[in-house]
Structures are given as C-alpha cells and as structure tokens.
DNA sequence: ATCCGGAGCG
DNA sequence: CGCTCTGGAT
C-alpha cells in the first residue's frame, strides 16, 4: 500500500478512537514554548503544575524569567522535574527570545522556518524535538514533530526502521500534506496512542491499530 | 553511556 | 517498591 494511504489510516483510525486532542493547551504562544522546554522527558501533568506557579507568581513571560533569580525560577518550575537544567533553558530561551526579536511573536514568525530552526538548536536546551514543538505549536508551522512516542510506534508498525530524528521527520513529511492542522492533530494522536497502548511494555490487547497489518511489538 | 528529578500510578 | 513521563547536554 502506498505509504501516504497507510499514514492516513493509522491517523483516522486514532481520530476515531481518542478523538482531537486540542493541543498545545496553552493560553499564549510564549507558553508553549516554555511547555515545550518544560515537558522534556516530563509527564504532562508536572507542567502544569509548574506552569501554574510560574502564573501565579506572574513570570510567564520573558522578561520576567530573565529578571528572577535563578533559584526563584527552580523552586517554581520544581514539579516538572530536572528543575536545575530547566530553570538554566528556560533562561537561555527567554534571553534568546528577547536578544533576537524582542520577545515578539509576530517577529519571530518573520524569519524563514529553516533558519529559525537552526537558530533555535543553538539555543541551550532546544534539540531537534522542542524545537520542532516550538514550530509547530507557537508558531503554526508546517512542521512534523518526532519523539520517542513516534519512533517507537512507527518501528512498531513497521513503517520504518531507521533511528534517526531528521529521517523519521522526513518520512512524515515527505509522506503527508504540509498541512498544520494535520501534524498538530497526528503527533497528538500518536503521544495518546503511545500513553495508552503502545507503551514501552505495550498493551496491544485493545489497541486501537489492531487490524491495520502486523505489529511488532519490537 | 550517564546524568538530571519530582510526581503519580499500581 | 519499580516504572514511566510529549529530551537534551555532557
């Protein structure tokens, strides 16, 4: 079959299941992004938790993260974990986001997405996945986000055997319409799908993709 | 390959 | 308790 049929069979069936998913739940695209830095390797649930701090004390915002102390800033964030590295990146991300378009959104969505991208890997603590999240979840760029949810489901599914971020993110792009709404929606799905079932000790009893061809279950 | 880390779950 | 969580830096 061909792949692009495949990839819209697995993402209508998961539609079907979990239903949309309405990501990024934020209320600015400044929070995104901080989530984006916050939720690595982090249930979603701890972010929220420090987000919520961060609004409580009125710092969501970059100037105000680069104005607090340090410590301040790693006592608030401390329910999303790793609260040391994190209050570190989210300073440097604040501070980038300030130097380079003056913490202005409507700036930043000026610049070419490749360029943006690359800038956006240089900051400390941006790798290949939050700065695709920013992309795709701030800044509504055509963007495919990969993460562990994906390469583990995708290798699963036999879709693809390769390990690597860029060609996994190629795979999806080069096999879907570049179309926002549609890698808002499909990574969303995958991270439920991931949550669920395919677990890193996968549940494969009820999963939803029963039916859709073999699974391999690594 | 290791470290960072609190929180929630069964 | 052990496991897992929308990774990245060293």
Known sequence: MKQEAKLFKIYNKLLDYFGPQHWWPADSPFEVMVGA????????????????????????TPE??????????????KPSGYFRQKARKLRAFAKFFLREYGGRLRAMRCEGVQTLREKLLAVHGIGPETADSILLYALNK????????????????????????????????????????????????????????????????????????RCKKN
């Not at 830095?37 to 982090?42: A, D, E």
């Not at 105000?64 to 964030?77: C, G, L, M």
């Not at 096999?175 to 079932?197: D, I, S």
């Open 142 to 213: 055509p963007n495919f986000v990969v993460d562990a949810y994906t390469r583990r489901i995708g290798q699963r599914l036999g879709l693809f055997d390769f390990e690597d971020y860029h060609q996994i993110k190629e795979y999806f792009e080069n096999n879907l319409p570049k179309r926002v709404r549609l890698y808002n929606e499909y990574h969303a799905l995958l991270v439920a799908l991931g949550k669920n079932f395919c677990r890193p000790r996968p549940l494969c009893q009820n999963c939803p993709l029963n039916g859709l061809g």
């Open 37 to 60: 830095i916050l939720t690595q390797s982090t249930n979603w649930g701890n972010v929220e938790k420090a987000i919520a701090n961060l609004k409580r004390v009125k710092v969501l």
């Open 64 to 77: 105000k993260i680069v104005e607090s102390r340090e410590q301040s800033v790693e006592r608030w964030i």
